[in-house]
């Protein structure tokens, strides 16, 4: 098989469990939705920001550390990360534990107090997950993870509704955590070699780690704001039900973000990591292949939703949640901008320039604050969700020039589609408009588009991948 194959193998896999993790999640949300009100997926929403925030926040390239490092698979420098990786965990419990009269004050909500002592007990026991998992990242060995993600998800979604079913309560999204992060931890273990362990702390590798660590906390600090100030803010302005609602949508909206966010992390990142260290010429060459072979794809994923939006909420959800229809559709432009500013940001760190990324990031942070702010206050839901999109496109763009300017790399090929899609759009809405007003005839013409989509996309991957124009580097 060759390399160039093998990665778009891989690429498929990570995207074939996403999608199926996904699936599971909006049966799993769409099943809550009918035994859950919405003030209770804001509260939720809250809850998982601030966790997921600490763990972001917390990252000191330890995981950043094992793939890159020459030494990242020698026994005492994966002792050591790992047993960095318990103690943050202990620490950022006890920040739980400090902070969480504080938020439940902040949000006007004493109950979130409590769900956070108990969700937060999460972080503890991930921080015991085995640092052989990154190994196999490192190797570009995706599926073992892949399957435990999968089976942790299962475990979580099951306890989750069984919980709800029975108390009807907030609790069922709470607990989903802890079971989560048991199921993790053990399964990891499960996985490790017996070989591979070496109880050992080595005060060399740890200031290695930190070293490096020290800008891609910065940038992962930016990229949770990025990806979650918008609940914060939406759940401080709004109501905790908007919220609830808005969670709802954003889940429907990211199905493929997720998707592509898994291969940013575990294929793209490795990826560019190993062709940074050849030289310049090569790591720009995988960059390139690296977009044109999945940036289509992706692309096509967000028409998708796009298209199935209305029929998902309209006839699968109650009339509390119809209005997620509509925002999840404004929130494809916006992911489509996360996408390319992701791909953008792995570049920067795989080349070993956090420092670029964690700036950038903290940009684009003010950028979406303050432009969702103005939206808000101009237009409400609609400006707050078109005040991110244009954050995020600033941080697409402040990362084309600057890889313009440091690495003289100037491949506009995710414009060119980005421009044919918004052609692609601008004919489905005309389309819509004058040939297909009644309900049926949307239906058609939106399966009628999905097909001259993926039809398009089979000849494109036949002719530029399947010919072998696209020698991607090694993919292991």
Not at 216 to 236: A, E, H, P, R, Y
Request: charge should be positive.
């Amino acid at each position: 098989m060759s390399q160039h194959k093998s990665m778009l193998n891989k690429g498929l896999l990570m995207l074939m469990f996403s999608v199926s993790g996904m699936g599971i999640r909006f049966l799993s949300n769409l099943m809550l939705a009918w035994m859950l009100m919405p003030e209770m997926f804001g509260v939720a929403a809250i809850v998982t920001t601030i966790i997921v925030g600490l763990q972001m926040l917390s990252d000191v390239g330890i995981y950043d550390s094992v793939i890159r490092n020459e030494k990242g698979e020698d026994k005492q420098f994966c002792s050591t990360a790992w047993l960095m990786q318990i103690g943050r965990g202990f620490v950022l419990y006890l920040l739980i534990v400090i902070a969480a009269p504080y938020l439940a004050a902040f949000y006007h909500t004493p109950e979130l107090a409590t769900y956070l002592y108990v969700a937060g007990i999460a972080l503890p026991l991930i921080g015991f997950k085995s640092i052989y998992m990154t190994v196999l990242q490192r190797r570009m060995d995706v599926l073992p993870e892949l399957k435990l993600d999968f089976t942790a998800q299962i475990i979580a979604t099951l306890g989750t509704l069984v919980v709800a079913y029975l108390t009807g309560s907030v609790w069922s999204l709470i607990v989903a955590h802890v079971i989560n992060g048991v199921t993790l931890s053990v399964g990891s273990h499960l996985i490790t070699p017996r070989a591979f362990y070496s109880f050992r702390f080595v005060k060399e590798y740890s200031w290695q780690i930190l070293s490096f660590g020290k800008w891609i906390f910065f940038g992962t600090m930016s990229t949770f704001l990025i990806q979650n100030v918008d609940k914060l803010m939406l759940g401080k302005i709004g109501s905790l039900s908007e919220l609830g609602v808005y969670q709802i949508a954003f889940a429907f909206a990211t199905i493929f973000y997720t998707a592509s966010g898994m291969m940013m992390h575990k294929l793209v990142y490795p990826a560019l990591a190993e062709a940074s260290r050849d030289n310049q010429a090569e790591f720009h060459k995988t960059m390139t292949d690296l977009k044109k072979v999945l940036l289509p794809v992706i692309t096509a994923l967000l028409f998708i939703s796009y298209f199935a939006a209305p029929y998902f909420f309209t006839y699968l959800y109650p009339e509390a949640y119809h209005d997620a229809s509509w925002i999840s559709q404004f929130m494809l432009l916006m992911i489509w901008f996360m996408v390319l500013s992701d791909f953008h940001a792995a570049v920067f760190v795989a080349h070993n320039e956090p420092k670029v990324t964690a700036m950038t990031s903290l940009s684009v942070v003010a950028a979406r604050v303050l432009l969702s702010l103005f939206g808000y206050f101009m237009t409400g839901l609609p400006g707050f969700i078109l005040g991110m999109a244009a954050g995020s496109m600033v941080g697409y763009l402040i990362y084309k020039v600057l890889l313009r300017q440091r690495q003289g790399y100037a491949n506009h090929y995710e414009i060119g589609l980005t421009l044919l899609s918004l052609g692609f759009y601008l004919a489905y809405v005309v389309s819509s408009e004058f040939f297909a007003p009644a309900e049926l005839g949307q239906i058609m013409l939106s399966a009628l588009f999905v097909g001259v989509m993926a039809m398009t996309l089979l000849v494109y991957y036949k002719k530029v991948v399947g010919t072998g124009k696209l020698p991607i580097a090694s993919a292991g």
